[in-house]
Structure formats: structure tokens, C-alpha cells
């Protein structure tokens, strides 16, 4: 399948990044705990390596206990910071706090040395529907929140400021302009991440089918009432049909089953459906 998007907003994105990363002490990482790997982005690679990281697998509540353990597990050994969350609910918003303080601990201990009161900047990244805006939201819930220019800013940045001693950055999602694993493009496009309007969505949402019926099976039985037992096109068929996305005639209506699965996918209403494990090589 052959996914092309015009990367041209994305890349002014990346590029106010580049400027902005030097306006923070350090990054929050979204990631969407149903496939974390997919959604790093190498492109980020050169612009957070100076700064201190807390990756965070957010949609918690969209994968079961033992893969979000096998995931946490699997970043820690790898020396990296990371933090589950539910931004929906709010839930651990603050173990999140916590754990952006602690990778700045360094720079805390300094400003408390001095006597001073140091609000720790961080700028929230990661692929476009991770929940960046949702969690930073989550944070500053029932909390004094300033958003919109800095003083001596010219261009509209979205400073959130928590009570917490901690200011936010908001960013747009960033693609890579290209993505070489099929695997991780497939996983994208599942997740929302890239737009549909560039997509073949029929052509996805057959994929789809066929990965759960695969790797995840009972999923769509559960969801649709129908026998996973088949090849992906008559599986996907007969969701049409459970469903009654029919055509006059009683043809499959195909461009509205496939919005249907992968909306219910992206939402959370096939429940907790990971793409990828710690394990997976490819
Ligand atoms: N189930 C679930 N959905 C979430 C969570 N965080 C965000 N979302 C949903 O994911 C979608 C994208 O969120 P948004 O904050 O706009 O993503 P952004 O593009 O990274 O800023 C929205 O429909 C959110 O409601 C979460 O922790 N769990
Ligand atoms: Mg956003």
C-alpha cells in the first residue's frame, strides 16, 4: 500500500520546533501505548538529544495491563523515562508531573540552590493524535491556565503554565516525510496519524481486518457478531452486513464499513488492541 502526504506544513512544523527546543529544559514524548515504536519518529532524534526526555505511553486505558508492563519494562531497561496515561480521565496526571520533575531534577536542585523559584518548561511532542493536547489539558485541568503569545514572542505559541511549576508547549503533530517500514506506516495510518484524505481508507481498513483476525482474534466478533473464521475481504463483508452497509442492490458499501472499523479502532470501542509488543522485530 503506498501512503504519500504532502509534508510541506510538517516540515515548518519541525522547524519551529528546532527553534523552540531551545526555549525548554526538556520533552515530553507522546506515544500511543498501542504501538510506542511506530510512533517514535526519527526525525525528532536530533532535535530532543540535549534535553532530558519522559516518553509517554498515553491511551493506557486502550491496552491491557501485561503489554503496558512489557512496554514500561521495555523503556526503563533501555534507560529511558517513561510514564503511562489515561489523559481521558486524568487518572495519573500526577505520577506525569512527578516524572517530568524528575528527569529535571538536576536543573530543580540548581534553582533551589539559589533560592529561586524555577518553573520547568517542556515542550509535548509526538505523532499527530497521540493525545499531545488532550493531556497537556488533563494537566492543567482545574488549574489556572495561560495560553497564547509570550511576551516578545511574535509567533502564536501555546505556553501552558500549570501550578504545578511547570510550563508546557503544545506542538502540531509531526510525520516523518517518509516512512520506510511498512509495518510502521500501516500502524500510523491505524492509529489516526496520518490523514485519511491521503489514504486508501478501504484498502486500511482491509488490512486491518486482517491483522486482527490474525493477531487479535475475538476482537471483531466481539465488536460485530461475526465469524472471524474466513479470508479479511469476506470478514470485512460481513461486518458491512452485520452492520446493514448495504448499496441499492445489496451491494457491500464498503467506504462506509471501512470509516466505521477504523473509527471504532481509533476510538477504543473494539477495546484494547495493541499493534505492537516490546517483541515485535520488524
Ligand atoms: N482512549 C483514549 N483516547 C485518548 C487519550 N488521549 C487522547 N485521546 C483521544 O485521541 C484523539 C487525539 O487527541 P489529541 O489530543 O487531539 O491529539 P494530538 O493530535 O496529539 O494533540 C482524541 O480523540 C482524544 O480524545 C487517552 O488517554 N485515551
Ligand atoms: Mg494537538
Not at 522547524?15 to 514524548?29: N, P, Q
Not at 503489554?67 to 523503556?75: G, I, M, S, T
Not at 476482537?219 to 474466513?230: A, C, F, H, M, S
Request: aromatic share 8%; net charge positive.
Amino acid at each position: 500500500m503506498l501512503i504519500q502526504w504532502f509534508p510541506g506544513h510538517m516540515a515548518k512544523a519541525l522547524r519551529e520546533m528546532e527553534k523552540s527546543i531551545a526555549k525548554v529544559d526538556s520533552v515530553i514524548y507522546m506515544l500511543d501505548a498501542r504501538a510506542p515504536f511506530s510512533c517514535i519518529n526519527p526525525q525528532f532524534d536530533n532535535l530532543i538529544k540535549n534535553r532530558p526526555v519522559l516518553y509517554v505511553l498515553n491511551k493506557c486505558d486502550l491496552v491491557k495491563q501485561e503489554d503496558l508492563k512489557a512496554w514500561v519494562d521495555y523503556f526503563s531497561s533501555n534507560g529511558m523515562s517513561v510514564v503511562y496515561s489515561n489523559s481521558l480521565n486524568g487518572k495519573n496526571s500526577a505520577k506525569v508531573i512527578s516524572s517530568l520533575k524528575e528527569v529535571n531534577a538536576a536543573k530543580l536542585q540548581r534553582a533551589e540552590n539559589k533560592g529561586v523559584n524555577y518553573a520547568v518548561k517542556a515542550m509535548v511532542i509526538g505523532m499527530p493524535n497521540t493525545g499531545k493536547s488532550t493531556l497537556i489539558n488533563s494537566l492543567a485541568k482545574d488549574k489556572k491556565t495561560i495560553t497564547g503569545n509570550k511576551p516578545g514572542v511574535t509567533r502564536a505559541e501555546q505556553w501552558i503554565r500549570l501550578q504545578d511549576g511547570i510550563m508546557l508547549l503544545d506542538t502540531p503533530g509531526t510525520l516523518c516525510h517518509s516512512i520506510v517500514v511498512e509495518r510502521t506506516a500501516l500502524n500510523l495510518a491505524f492509529l489516526g496519524s496520518i490523514r485519511d484524505a491521503v489514504l486508501d481508507v478501504e484498502g486500511l481498513a482491509l488490512k486491518f481486518v486482517e491483522y486482527c483476525i490474525t493477531s487479535q482474534k475475538g476482537v471483531l466478533n466481539k465488536r460485530y457478531n461475526v465469524d472471524e473464521n474466513e479470508t479479511p475481504l469476506v470478514v470485512y463483508e460481513r461486518i458491512a452486513k452485520a452492520r446493514g452497509y448495504l448499496l441499492k442492490g445489496g451491494e457491500t458499501d464498503y467506504s462506509r464499513t471501512a470509516a466505521t472499523i477504523l473509527d471504532d479502532f481509533r476510538k477504543g470501542r473494539l477495546g484494547q488492541v495493541i499493534l505492537e509488543t516490546p517483541y515485535d522485530k520488524d
